[in-house]
């Protein structure tokens, strides 16, 4: 699967499709926070597992970071 991450090609060799969840796990972003737009649409983490990423899907994921 390829798709357009944070404005870069991006691939997942042998995989057709991942849910929200299953892509931040795979990018390894670990417990911190994240914003998800998927296609334009920003998601509600409660949707993550429910939206699925596939074939040429763009996709931005930003960190939420705290500081001052």
């Known amino acids: 699967m390829t798709i357009i991450l944070n404005g870069e090609k991006r691939e997942f060799p042998g995989i057709n499709h991942y849910t929200v969840t299953e892509l931040i796990a795979a990018l390894e972003l670990g417990p911190q926070p994240v914003l998800v737009e998927l296609n334009g649409e920003a998601l509600y983490e ?6 699925t990423v596939t074939e040429g899907n763009q996709v931005e994921i930003i960190r939420m970071v705290a500081g001052g």
Not at 46 to 51: A, N, T
């Open 46 to 51: 409660r949707d993550f597992p429910l939206k």
